[in-house]
């Protein structure tokens, strides 16, 4: 599978988020070729500040690997991660990260800051950014003109 | 209660993992004078890698409180947190974070970047370092040296 067909997976999971209220953010993670887990963005409907697309793949993929290393590992978003998810993708040691839309406000991978690339981490993250990008952005963007 | 009555606290959910095996860091969360939530770190017992103290310590009190929105709490920490807890204050909304030991080689509070510090977020958080910083450090530096 190519970059695109991952990412459309996660844009799946964003729009599962959309439906159910939720700022409209997915994110997939894959192993050796294979889907380990799924998740979007689930803050409100679990009031849980933690509860990112990012974070709750994470978690899921650890449980399924039975490990929290994460290694070898690409994590396909919708967005550029914030700080927190940032920081998790470096605890987690997760080789690749592939991101759609960028985002400027939040962005951690270089948008308001970039998490990624100290030298000091014993983890380095391979970063590759903008796949399908317009469609990334524009289920957020349609997403808050709803709530406007 | 005092700064160092709350730390004392976080140092025995610190001394909880110590006994688990785990990094010895604990944290609790207080509103209005009150203790909302305890934790510690619990990342290879649960082989999850966002199982720092900090981010479960979030979670629970997101639960007991009913909401994500952490208004109002003062968060104690044994180290200073890395990026992923970091982020995960400023998520949440904490007020106050106060700490014991800083992390010369991983805290994003200043020592290897300062995830706190952006204008872009919309919300600042208080800090206050350095309460109990010799014992939250100590019971790091054995843990540490138990291991070699």
């Known amino acids: 599978m190519l970059h695109q067909d991952w990412m459309r997976l996660a844009l799946k999971q ?4 959309f ?10 993670l894959v192993h050796d070729g294979q889907l380990v887990a799924e998740a979007h963005n689930e803050k409100e ?28 590992t690409n994590l396909y978003v919708t967005l550029e991660p914030c700080p927190m998810c940032a920081g998790a993708i470096v605890q987690s ?5 592939i991101y759609g839309a960028s985002d400027l406000k939040g962005g951690a991978i270089g948008s308001v800051m970039n998490v990624l690339d100290y030298k000091l981490w014993n983890h380095q993250v391979d970063i590759l950014a903008g796949i399908m990008e317009d469609e990334c952005a ?9 709530l406007r």
Chains 1, 2 share one sequence.
């Open 14 to 17: 964003a729009q599962m988020a």
């Open 45 to 72: 409907q679990r009031n849980d500040p933690t509860a990112h697309a990012e974070i709750l793949v994470i978690q899921r993929a650890a449980e399924v690997m039975d490990t929290w290393r994460l290694t070898d």
């Open 19 to 28: 439906e159910q209220g939720e700022v409209p953010i997915g994110a997939v």
């Open 93 to 97: 040691r997760i080789k690749k990260l």
């Open 138 to 146: 524009l289920i957020l963007k349609n997403f808050f003109k709803k």
